[in-house]
């Protein structure tokens, strides 16, 4: 059966196999010319208008619509048994909508599903230690006991030992890889992408036979960040990539949380260092469950025990700046992070950032699930 997609869709795959065009990049081209379509049909003049676009790269883009690449690319998505999503169809999951910079293009090999958008991201070191695995294996058997979907990389150590758990425990589990789905990497995790594939999916923004360069990793974790409500970083250096997802999810306004290690442990530098900046502490599946769900069954019952909370304050509390303030007076009731974002119409970093030195000052308290009330 042939391989078939809208024409939209086709002309944004040319488009994403231009070298040198990205997701920022295709966003300005589709914000200035309206469609993918529009754009390879416009002139070098026009292109070459918008930032970035070197008269190169324009005749490049002229170009593509001529060559045979995108015909190529569907051939080699039907033979690897892959297929597109793009931004703003029924299937593109909609964590990954509102991120900075999502994919306009998804491949996929394997099946989404709306269970997956209760999703937690497991990742962390690939030269993990045997306490690392065992952490790994036990947060991601709990977790799709639950029927929470487990998110990771395919990398070696943590994000293999966490799809392996989760696909041992019967539940779903997702990859997000940085190169092509026509060759795994690392090869020897060809078995377990397999596996993932048929309770979860294989997903990538990279075409198909694109090697997993160096630099395609760290812009990889925005969308495991991005597709999760929870990231756990569960072993990490100092200088893992790790913590590069844990960074995007902090932008993204996602619960970091992470896992404690010995402070001799090198291994664990990165994700002590994390719970000293901020990090939610993560000590087993408990600690998950209540970030992921908001409120924890004790918290609850002490919140029925306790007496009356006295009224607030009639006005907002001295030493607050603009933001601070406007946050303060939104407060009247516990409220997410991204209704605080919503509301502000703010970016989610400078909303984190005041909430981060409010916490500081004592006037706002931090609760499960990524929501803040008054103090």
Same mark, same amino acid.
């Given at each position: 059966m042939a391989f078939t997609v809208s024409a939209e869709v086709r002309d944004l795959l040319t488009l994403s196999l231009v070298p040198g065009i990205g997701p920022r990049l295709t966003a300005a081209l589709l914000e200035r010319f309206g469609s993918a379509t529009a754009a390879l049909r416009a002139s070098s003049a026009e292109l070459s208008a918008i930032p970035f676009i070197t008269p190169r790269l324009a005749e490049c883009i002229q170009q593509a619509s001529q060559r045979s690449d995108a015909a190529a690319e569907l051939e080699r998505m039907q033979k690897h048994g892959v297929r597109l999503i793009s931004l703003g169809s029924s299937e593109y999951p909609s964590a990954l909508v509102n991120i900075n910079d999502p994919p306009y293009l998804l491949y996929? %090999? =394997?099946?989404?599903?709306? #269970?997956?958008?209760? $999703?937690?991201?497991?990742? &962390?070191?690939?030269?993990?230690?045997?306490?690392?695995?065992?952490?790994?294996?036990?947060?991601?058997?709990?977790?799709?006991?639950?029927?929470?979907?487990?998110?990771?990389?395919?990398? %070696? =150590?943590?994000?293999?030992? #966490?799809?392996?758990? $989760?696909?041992?425990?019967? &539940?779903r589990t997702l990859a997000v890889l940085a190169g092509g789905l026509s060759r795994i990497y690392p090869p020897e995790h060809a078995d377990l992408a397999r596996q993932v594939e048929a309770s979860g999916a294989l997903l990538t923004e990279s075409m198909m036979d694109q090697e997993p360069l160096a630099g395609l990793f760290p812009v990889r974790n925005r969308i495991i960040s991005g597709l999760s409500k929870v990231v756990v970083i569960v072993e990490a250096a100092e200088k893992s990539g790790a913590l590069i997802t844990a960074h995007h999810a902090a932008e993204q306004g996602r619960t970091v949380m992470a896992v404690p290690g010995s402070v001799e442990a090198a291994s664990s530098g990165g994700a002590n260092d994390l719970i000293r900046k901020g990090a939610v502490l993560c000590r087993g599946?408990?600690?998950?469950?209540?970030?992921?769900?908001?409120?924890?069954?004790?918290?609850?019952?002490?919140?029925?025990?306790?007496?009356?909370?006295?009224?607030?304050?009639?006005?907002?509390?001295?030493?607050?700046?603009?933001?601070?303030?406007?946050?303060?007076?939104?407060?009247?009731?516990?409220?997410?992070?991204?209704?605080?974002?919503?509301?502000?119409?703010?970016?989610?970093?400078?909303?984190?950032?005041?909430?981060?030195?409010?916490?500081?000052?004592?006037?706002?308290?931090?609760?499960?699930?990524?929501?803040?009330?008054?103090?």
């Open positions: 996929v %090999r =394997g099946t989404l599903t709306a #269970a997956d958008a209760n $999703a937690v991201a497991l990742v &962390g070191s690939r030269r993990c230690t045997d306490y690392g695995r065992r952490i790994a294996a036990r947060l991601a058997a709990g977790l799709a006991r639950t029927g929470v979907t487990v998110i990771s990389g395919l990398a %070696r =150590g943590i994000d293999g030992t #966490a799809h392996r758990a $989760a696909l041992e425990a019967g &539940g599946i408990e600690d998950v469950l209540e970030e992921l769900h908001g409120v924890s069954a004790q918290a609850t019952a002490e919140k029925k025990a306790a007496p009356p909370s006295p009224p607030p304050p009639s006005g907002p509390p001295p030493g607050l700046d603009g933001d601070q303030r406007r946050i303060w007076e939104m407060l009247t009731e516990a409220c997410h992070l991204d209704q605080l974002v919503q509301r502000l119409g703010l970016a989610v970093p400078q909303v984190s950032g005041a909430l981060m030195m409010m916490e500081m000052k004592k006037v706002v308290r931090r609760l499960p699930g990524n929501r803040y009330e008054r103090c």
